[in-house]
């Protein structure tokens, strides 16, 4: 693997599942692999997760991680051609490069802006960084896609299914902010590399972008999605046609006990974080069914996964 800006980046999920499911077995086993490499961790956007797992599981394959606020450095301009003459002091063509001369490795995250749809699903921030930065780059959830996570989600999945091809259902959940789609995208994405069957349930208006939802089984009514399902994965997600707004908020696709009542005995999964009561009611988030821990604890095993990839063609 040369980079990981995307699912297109990973060809054979099913080998780097084994992989992963090595790696959670014994995540010490290869701490040579990145010895005397360095690991920069750039943040445009807030992180519990992906901050502490990326930069653990670098650590546990022995490579040095420097981690930067990026609210803390210079403004960055990315428009090529820009007159700097405002309030951004330092050219994406300089930092990139720059800093790609203290890392191995460049890890990157940066949060759909939701005011321009075009700029935020071409990617703009993400491909600028990976056009002049001389090492790899990893998507640690950029404006459309979050691929850690989706592949944390597959691999968790994976551990818990009962059965060969599992019913799961992406439901869309209340949330007082709007959110970027890049969680959902991604989720939608990486489930057209298994074999399950998914189905995406929304209220009208909150429809994903074609570019990921073409083929997918789409229903605007959640309890006839959550009728069978194996795994219900929660998710709010603004308004892609009304690019980054809140339509008048549903209450009630929050996630119930009495819903998942009609599931077959489903795994409650959530990237987090998760606004309780508004998302989810703690009866769900609290029942022996919810395995967002444990989904939360894979995003370690699937970054050292990837690093480990990436770092055997360095
Ligand atoms: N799920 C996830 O990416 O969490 P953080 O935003 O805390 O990193």
């Known amino acids: 693997m040369k980079q990981f800006l995307s699912s297109s980046d990973v060809l054979y999920v099913n080998s780097l599942l084994k992989k992963a499911k090595r790696i959670q077995q014994d995540s010490y086993g290869n701490n040579m692999i990145g010895k005397n490499k360095t690991m920069v961790l750039l943040f445009f956007n807030p ?26 450095a210079w403004g960055i301009e990315f428009e090529d051609g820009a007159v700097m003459n405002l309030d951004k002091a330092e050219h994406v063509k300089e930092a990139a490069a720059v800093i790609s001369q203290y890392a191995d490795l460049i890890g ?22 990976a056009k002049y930065a001389t090492v790899p780059i990893v998507n640690l959830e950029s404006a459309t896609v979050h691929p850690l996570q989706s592949f944390a989600d597959v691999f968790t999945i994976e551990t818990y299914k009962k059965k060969k091809r599992p019913k799961v259902v992406l439901t869309w959940a209340p949330h007082p902010r709007a959110l970027p789609q890049a969680v959902a995208n991604s989720f939608v994405e990486w489930m057209k590399k298994t074999d399950y069957e998914l189905v995406i349930t929304q209220p009208k208006g909150y429809e994903l972008s074609t570019q990921f939802t073409t083929g997918c089984s789409i229903t605007y009514d959640q309890q006839e999605a959550f009728h ?87």
């Open 47 to 72: 992180s519990l997760r992906t901050r502490l797992s990326t930069q653990k599981a670098a650590q546990n394959l022995g490579m040095h991680v420097i981690t930067m606020n990026v609210s803390q």
């Open 108 to 129: 990157l995250r940066t949060f759909a802006g939701l005011q321009d749809r075009e700029a935020d699903y071409e990617e703009k921030i993400l491909n600028q960084f």
């Open 228 to 314: 069978d399902a194996d795994f219900i994965y929660a998710k709010n997600w603004s308004s892609y046609s009304d690019y980054g707004k809140i339509l008048p908020t549903d209450v009630n696709w929050m996630i119930t006990a009495e819903k998942m009542a009609l599931t077959n005995d489903a795994c409650f999964m959530h990237c987090l974080p998760v606004r309780r009561n508004v998302v989810v009611e703690d009866m769900v988030l609290d029942s022996p069914n919810s395995i967002v821990i444990q989904q939360a604890a894979n995003r370690e095993v699937i970054a050292q996964t990837v690093l480990s990839e990436i770092l055997k063609n360095l």
